[in-house]
């Protein structure tokens, strides 16, 4: 079998379909036997065509989206609810994805003051493709506000336009931008620091240790999660280099940047993402903010409140004094 889909996932478009008025006896033969886990991902895409043109509803992606629920995705689910953060969680997620489907993935990057959330799968045109990504979208905006209800999209990003949006518009609760070259959603970067709504650190352990177990213990990890670790682990003793990370993983510059350019990112990306994180954190805290700039790999105070005025929008200092809680 080439790329698959756990087949609850195939059940569920069917199901929604056929009660939208599509024809179950053409559905039926695609949903392959009731005891099979996965299911190659053409018959997913198969019928989310016949499931639109047999029920007459375009906006079924997005109705399918609405219902979805973050206990429906097993192990992977719940870890994401009980992360300490929406960062943390949406780190599995880009991990550990193909528990559910590897026929695309999700990356996550930094424009400016933004993170921008993309899933990655090519549809070559075809419309069960462009469908069943439209419902991806749909159903991650779902399960971010079961996590965090303080959770806020931007934006959205299509590849492709849908003529009649309306459900789409107000299911997102954002612009939509065709067109865009991606399918993502785009947020706040700040919205990867909201603690998750159940977050609890002794069921988190407990969960991870199933979820590593799921994936077969010995599932490597990304190249960008690489990366991230050794960063987190050198800033503190001064800004790494790409050279630094490299020789620290065992590997040649090109090959890292080639690795990292194939999973959607950059050095440049991840060692932003871990700047803007670690000094938001420290912000909330009593530290000295020139303490903090040289946490963070600047040598100065004002260098670094530049960095953070282009990374958030706001200054070091207004964004202590509407985040931070202080002792006392």
């Known amino acids: 079998m080439g790329a698959s889909v756990q087949r609850a996932f195939v059940v569920a478009v069917a199901e929604a379909a056929i009660a939208h008025g599509a024809d179950a006896a053409q559905l039926t033969p695609l949903l392959g036997e009731p005891d099979a886990e996965r299911l190659p991902i053409e018959q997913l895409y198969a019928v989310w ?70 899933w990655s799968r090519e549809t070559g045109g075809r419309l069960g493709a462009q469908l069943a990504n439209e419902q991806v979208l749909a159903s991650f905006a779902t399960v971010l506000r079961q996590i965090s209800d303080r959770a806020q999209i931007l934006a959205v990003r299509m590849q492709h336009r849908i003529a009649d949006d309306a459900e789409y518009r107000e299911h997102f609760g954002a612009p939509i931008e065709y067109d865009a070259g991606e399918d993502a959603i785009v947020a706040l970067a700040e919205t990867l620091e909201l603690p998750a709504r159940a977050a609890d650190p002794h069921l988190e352990r407990f969960i991870l240790a199933q979820l590593e177990a799921a994936s077969g213990g010995a599932k490597p990890q990304s190249s960008a999660m690489e990366v991230s670790e050794t960063l987190s682990e050198l800033l503190p003793d001064g800004l790494p280099t790409l050279d630094d990370v490299a020789a620290r993983l065992q590997t040649t510059e090109r090959t890292l940047r080639r690795r990292l350019a194939d999973e959607g990112t950059s050095f440049e990306q991840l060692l932003t993402t871990l700047q803007r994180e670690r000094a938001s954190a420290l912000l909330k805290t009593s530290s000295p903010i020139t303490a903090i700039a040289h946490a963070v790999g600047f040598t100065d105070a004002s260098a670094f409140s530049r960095a953070f005025k282009r990374w958030t929008g706001t200054s070091p200092s207004d964004y202590r004094a509407s985040h931070a809680r202080l002792p006392g």
């Open 49 to 118: 065509e016949l499931g639109v043109a047999g029920s007459g509803c375009r906006s079924l992606p997005v109705r399918v989206g609405r219902r979805a629920s973050f206990d429906r995705y097993g192990t992977l689910g719940i870890a994401f609810y009980v992360s300490r953060t929406l960062g943390v969680a949406l780190r599995r997620l880009c991990r550990h994805h193909d528990l559910l489907t590897d026929s695309g993935h999700w990356h996550e990057r930094t424009e400016g003051n933004r993170v921008v959330v993309r």
